[in-house]
């Protein structure tokens, strides 16, 4: 008799903005491939770099990036995306949402989900090498993956702002593999 077949997960991803985003869509299209669902969630700033509807038309799924919106008939439709995935994925995550997850903040809809959420969590960060080396940020990080966050750490490189240093969004088979690898089971 064969081992019952895993449901596909269902991944919750939380995208900030960095301008590594637009790497976030080369991870929803990795996941999609893979059989996940994928339901991604927007800080104000990632708003600013990219519309959601791009991201949208990748999970084809509502893309959830205000926390204030009309959910229909549900007045609590904001929790929605912490109900229902099986893991969280913070990619690219910057200095700033590092911080507020950090400091346990609910003030959007991103770190709204990340306080209603009870299963693992990915934290994959994207910024300029001093951001990164910073100390509030490493204490910020450290204080996530005591928490129980698993990192997948920046890589060294060519970074956007034409510096070279810690700070690049991991490539995404290593953020696929950190999800595949943490699924609840």
Request: with cysteine; net charge neutral; proline share 9%.
């Amino acid at each position: 008799m064969s081992p019952p077949e895993k449901k596909p997960p269902h991944v919750a991803l939380a995208v900030s903005g960095s301008v590594a985003i637009h790497r976030a869509l080369d991870l929803v299209r990795e996941l999609d491939r893979k059989g996940a669902t994928v339901t991604v969630l927007m800080t104000p700033a990632a708003c600013k770099l990219i519309r959601p509807v791009l991201f949208q038309a990748m999970s084809r799924r509502r893309v959830f990036h205000d926390l204030w919106a009309e959910h229909g008939d549900d007045p609590y439709g904001h929790l929605g995306p912490a109900r229902e995935a099986d893991i969280l994925v913070f990619a690219p995550a910057t200095a700033d949402l590092i911080a507020r997850l950090a400091a346990g903040l609910g003030d959007d809809l991103v770190t709204t989900t990340a306080l209603a959420f009870m299963g693992p969590r990915i934290l994959a960060p994207a910024m300029n090498w001093r951001m990164w080396s910073h100390p509030f940020t490493q204490r910020n990080t450290k204080t996530l993956t005591s928490a129980g966050h698993v990192l997948v750490p920046p890589t060294e490189g060519d970074l956007a702002c034409g510096e070279e240093g810690p700070g690049r969004l991991a490539q995404v088979e290593y953020i696929v593999k950190a999800i595949f690898d943490n699924l609840p089971d």
